[in-house]
Structures are given as C-alpha cells and as structure tokens.
T-cell receptor, first 114, second 114 residues
Framework: AQKITQTQPGMFVQEKEAVTLDCTYD???????LFWYKQPSSGEMIFLIY??????QNATEGRYSLNFQKARKSANLVISASQLGDSAMYFC???????????FGTGTLLAVQP | DTEVTQTPKHLVMGMTNKKSLKCEQH?????MYWYKQKAKKPPELMFV???????INESVPSRFSPECPNSSLLNLHLHALQPEDSALYLC?????????????FGPGTRLLVL
C-alpha cells in the first residue's frame, strides 16, 4: 500500500522568505512519481512540480524546488521568496507502479504574512 | 495549454433531483478522473476512465453514474443524492500512456445537496 504523510497542518512564513513543506512517503514500488499541488481557497488544484523515482537531480520549477531524498523517502517542497499569493493549501501526492491512482497527503495550509 | 474546464461552478440540488456535472479537456489526454473533496480533506478518487473505458470505480454508490461520451468529455450524473454528498467535485486528465503522469485538474464544481 502507498501512503503520503504531511506532518505540518499549518505553516506561517514572512513575505520574501523561503519555506519548506515536509512530505514523506511509503511505497514498495520501485517506479513511482511524486507531485506537489497548490489549492487556493477558490478550489482549483494547481500542479506545481513533479519528481520521478529514477530522477537523480532534484526537480525545480521557477520558485519551487523539490528536495528529493530517496533513502529517507522524503520529497519536501521548497518555495523561495514567498509571495502573498502563495497562501494556499499544499498537497503532496504520489502515483506508484502500474496504477494511475493519485494518493494525496492531508495537506499543509501555508499563510504568507506581509 | 493545460486547461480542464468544468461546469457548473456551483450546484444546489434537492435529494430527489437529477443533475449532471460536465468536464472537458482539449489536451489530447486519454485518461480522465473524478475526485470528491470534502472540506479540509484531500481529494478522494471516485472514477477513472482510460481510453473512454471505465478502468477504476472506487466503490462509489450507484447514485453517482459516470459517463465518457468521447475522449474529451467526462460527465458525472447525479441522482437521489444525500446531504453528505455535498462536496467539491474535481475532474482531472492525464496522457494515459504510463505511470506517474501529471494529472491536470479543473476548477471544480461545488455541490450542495439540500
């Protein structure tokens, strides 16, 4: 069975500072993908970044980077230079093996303060 | 273009009504998904269509009936719903060619059952 754990229900960060959102996962699959999504209060689930299990380099997309530590089974999201518009719920998710079932963590609510 | 559209944005229905949610994508994706999301919870997978065939049904009650008329469209027919079915319903799509593909979500339909 696959599982995603996000231990931070809520986080505060000052505008322009960096913040790390934690995510650990558990799977017996050798091939899997890890994803981060952002969900503002409007409800839309916005894809941010993807890391494949065989990718040796950490994924980066603009201000987002994924700190992938395979041995520790962690896939933390780092947001640099936080903006007020980054305030939202952030979900870590994974797909493993031959399935296309996306398994979500419980989410972290990020609040960016001016 | 990674746009998935959903209509309507909001829906209020009585327990005896019949209504439908619609989802459309024009990215050439061959897999489409319905998720249900309750407040302050992660999305839960309901159905997966792969190449217009239902491939996953997560033991969803029969009052929810999915339909995939063609590769671009996905419907969710609702009948005799209960108040506990009130939630955000999210549609997503992906390429459908392998594992760990990014799923792109629509803005969702907020459903209230009275």
């Amino acid at each position: 069975a696959q599982k995603i754990t996000q231990t931070q229900p809520g986080m505060f960060v000052q505008e322009k500072e960096a913040v790390t959102l934690d995510c650990t996962y558990d799977t017996s699959d050798q091939s899997y993908g890890l994803f981060w999504y952002k969900q503002p209060s409007s409800g839309e689930m916005i894809f941010l970044i993807y890391q494949g299990s065989y990718d040796e380099q950490n994924a980066t997309e603009g201000r987002y980077s994924l700190n992938f530590q395979k041995a520790r089974k962690s896939a933390n999201l780092v947001i640099s230079a936080s903006q007020l518009g980054d305030s939202a719920m952030y979900f870590c998710a994974m797909i493993g093996g031959a399935t296309n079932k996306l398994i979500f963590g419980t989410g972290t609510l990020l609040a960016v303060q001016p | 273009d990674t746009e998935v559209t959903q209509t309507p944005k909001h829906l209020v229905m009585g327990m005896t009504n019949k209504k439908s949610l619609k989802c459309e994508q024009h990215m050439g994706h061959r897999a489409m998904y319905w998720y249900k999301q309750k407040a302050k919870k992660p999305p839960e997978l309901m159905f997966v269509y792969s190449y217009e065939k239902l491939s996953i049904n997560e033991s969803v009650p029969s009052r929810f009936s999915p339909e995939c008329p063609n590769s671009s469209l996905l419907n969710l027919h609702l009948h005799a719903l209960q108040p506990e079915d009130s939630a955000l319903y999210l549609c997503a799509s992906s390429q459908g060619r392998g594992f760990a593909e990014t799923q792109y979500f629509g803005p969702g339909t907020r459903l209230l059952v009275l």
